[in-house]
């Protein structure tokens, strides 16, 4: 009408997080893209949100909780020792859906920031250090040279599997079978460990990488 201001329309507290601003969908193929759009929903305003939980996993710690409830003292000890004891207390066995979601959501992916309504959370290795206690300094994993395959452990080590590709639940086996907390163990919690907290194939098999280091 004539004579009335419009109506100011507030800011939307909580903005759509589109495909190129939340998984920076600019960048990969049109197959990925269009995998990347089913985790999204068209609202009635238009915008697209994330739908509710819509997030696929790789891995959950399920595993590493299991394991860690079987080992003896000499075990533990030995965690301890290879500077994993904080992991020794951990207890949640699953990942959440809900804080999944959030952070995929509320991820800047280039400065590894986390927005909240509380503050911003940027992503270090000493946010790492301070909630999971994980080993922090010292040599970068990635400058250690690989150590030869012919290499008497890892020729031990890959022994105490029948196939070439090794599961987590084989891994757990095998902690769970041995008494053993000398360098077989280790190597089979550290494998393990990044397999379930860091880094896996989608087939669930371990990436045995970090073992050759």
């Excluded at 004579?3 to 960048?27: E, H, M, Q, W, Y």
């Excluded at 000890?77 to 952070?103: C, D, P, R, T, W």
């Excluded at 907390?181 to 089979?188: E, M, R, S």
Aim: aromatic share 6%; net charge positive; glycine share 6%.
């Amino acid at each position: 009408m004539h004579g009335v201001k419009p109506k100011k329309t507030k800011k939307d507290p909580n903005p759509a997080f589109t495909p190129d601003r939340c998984l920076r969908s600019g960048s990969k193929s049109s197959a990925s893209r269009s995998r990347s759009k089913k985790l999204f929903v068209r609202h009635s305003n238009s915008k697209l949100y994330l739908k509710p939980y819509g997030l696929r996993i790789k891995t959950s710690p399920s595993t590493m909780i299991e394991a860690i409830r079987s080992l003896n003292e000499d075990q533990r000890e030995a965690v301890i020792e290879i500077g994993f004891g904080a992991l020794l207390n951990m207890k949640l066995g699953v990942s959440s859906a809900k804080l999944g979601h959030f952070v995929v959501a509320n991820l800047d992916d280039k400065s590894l920031v986390i927005k909240t309504g509380k503050g911003d959370i940027k992503l270090t290795k000493d946010v790492v250090h301070d909630i999971l206690g994980l080993p922090n300094g010292g040599t970068d994993i990635d400058d250690v040279e690989e150590v030869d395959e012919t290499n008497e452990i890892i020729t031990s080590w890959k022994s105490q599997f029948s196939k070439h590709d090794i599961s987590k639940s084989e891994l757990v086996s095998k902690i769970q079978e041995s008494n053993d907390d000398g360098i077989l163990f280790k190597l089979n919690f550290i494998a393990l460990f990044n397999s379930c907290i860091c880094k896996a194939y989608k087939t669930g098999y371990i990436m045995k990488d970090i073992v050759i280091k």
